[in-house]
């Protein structure tokens, strides 16, 4: 009912930056929180950072000072500014998203993920 899809990835040298996006579609009523996840090879996911539709962003301790979340919530779409990138933020980062959708009977909520994009920090 809801696709996220992700886009920006790529491979980038330690100290550049990348921006990624991720655009929501289908039977969207409203979107509450919006999120970036990461998963590292061999190690669990992780929160990156989240954006309420109000604005209001939490960090991880990790890219605090370094990255920036941001949305449009016309265009159902977070973006992940991401700077001084280090090897260490190699990983697949995935969009999150708490949407609601119009059902037959009412509006119901329900997380929702990307297909995720790969970012890899290397000279």
């Known amino acids: 009912q809801v696709q996220l899809v992700e886009s920006g990835g790529g491979l980038v040298q330690p100290g550049g930056s990348l921006r990624l996006s991720c655009a929501a579609s289908?039977?969207?009523?409203?979107?509450?929180?919006m999120a970036w996840y990461r998963q590292a090879p061999g190690k669990q996911r992780e929160l990156v950072a989240t954006?309420?539709?109000?604005?209001?962003?939490n960090y991880a301790d990790s890219v605090e000072g370094r990255f920036t979340i941001s949305r449009n919530n016309a265009k159902n779409t977070v973006y992940l500014q991401m700077n001084s990138l280090s090897p260490e933020d190699t990983a697949v980062y995935y969009c999150?998203?708490?949407?609601?959708?119009?059902?037959?009977?009412?509006?119901?909520?329900?997380?929702?993920w990307g297909q995720g994009t790969q970012v890899t920090v290397s000279s």
């Open positions: 999150n998203a708490y949407a609601y959708v119009r059902g037959s009977g009412g509006y119901y909520g329900a997380d929702y």
């Open positions: 954006i309420t539709s109000g604005g209001s962003t």
């Open positions: 289908g039977s969207i009523f409203t979107i509450n929180t």
